[in-house]
């Protein structure tokens, strides 16, 4: 069956969403793994810096963040540690500009830009002469993986995938990042974009007339600059083209989707329906779990990252 009851249970003192969401990134000690730094060069004149850790001979699991995300990410290493832990090798790739490095060109990255992941497979596909074995996508780098999958079809040379709370609708998101508290999570990710926005051009300069302190939304910031500095006829082209769900139905690789019903990002029916889903992708969506947390446990102050041995087993099994 595509829709997978899931045995996930939130911890009790951590029961809310907003709880589940908020949590690691105010308490959770980060740990980052022996990492190896390689820089890729691209045609186009601009760079994708790749973060490799665990055994060398290990089948190799490429791994997307989320928006502004990086190897620093509290998710990254925690995700990290339990792939190595069973054997994989993991290229975690940061999308341009979020090495901590601003990226040269005025394009960057978006939620629907999947011609970079596929330089990033051919380029390993080349140096390393062996296929990646499986991808992880984590929000935005949910998206783009889904989005990806399906654009492949058949030819997409990987064995297995897992997204993890994926902003599918991304009209409905950018709406629902509006609404109640959920306007503290648009607020802290619309300033990291901003910072980014204003550390890059000040450097090479913009090609746009528009200031970006008055973008204080999704909405406003993917209209002005988004969908302009990467081609789109405005916002709602961008999120029409970019949106992850209409192309799930054409996965062919075994995917696992890891989903709360109440993901503070989204509204409950922004994911696929079970009649959207081939029968080789999986949707796991328990009532609880948070953007990004799904953390367990019985005693307070020790969390048990349910979601990241989740994802763990599923590429293992």
Not at 41 to 58: H, N
Not at 140 to 151: D, Q
């Amino acid at each position: 069956m595509p829709i997978i009851q899931s045995n996930f249970r939130p911890a009790w003192w951590l029961s809310g969403a907003h709880a589940q969401t908020v949590w690691p990134s105010l308490f959770r000690r980060r740990f980052l793994p022996r990492i190896t730094w390689e820089r890729v060069e691209l045609d186009d004149g601009d760079f994708i810096d790749l973060a490799w850790s665990g055994p060398a001979g290990g089948r190799i699991v490429l791994f997307l963040h989320g928006l502004e995300g990086s190897l620093q990410s509290p998710y990254a290493g925690g995700i990290m540690r339990q792939l190595n832990q069973r054997g994989f090798r993991v290229c975690l790739m940061h999308f341009r500009g979020c090495s901590g490095e601003p990226n040269r060109l005025p394009v960057s990255y978006h939620s629907g830009k999947t011609d970079d992941p596929q330089r990033i497979l051919e380029h390993i596909q080349s140096s390393q002469n062996r296929n990646i074995y499986a991808a992880v996508g984590v929000s935005l780098g949910g998206n783009v993986l889904l989005k990806w999958l399906g654009e492949k079809g058949p030819h997409m040379p990987l064995q297995k995938a897992v997204a993890m709370s994926v902003p599918f609708q991304l009209d409905a998101a950018a709406r629902r990042m509006q609404q109640g508290l959920s306007r503290y999570y648009q607020r802290h990710l619309i300033t990291h974009l901003q910072e980014s926005y204003r550390e890059k051009f000040s450097r090479i300069g913009s090609p746009l007339d528009v200031d970006v302190n008055k973008l204080t939304t999704f909405y406003l910031f993917d209209d002005q600059i988004t969908a302009v500095l990467h081609g789109f006829d405005g916002v709602d082209d961008y999120y029409r083209n970019s949106s992850s769900r209409q192309f799930i139905p054409r996965i062919s690789v075994p995917t696992l989707i890891l989903h709360a019903r109440h993901d503070p990002f989204m509204f409950p029916d922004t994911a696929p329906s079970e009649e959207e889903l081939p029968e080789n992708v999986w949707l796991e969506m328990p009532e609880h779990g948070g953007h990004v947390g799904f953390i367990s446990g019985l005693i307070p102050g020790w969390a048990d990252y349910w979601g990241e041995r989740r994802i763990a087993q599923w590429l293992s099994d």
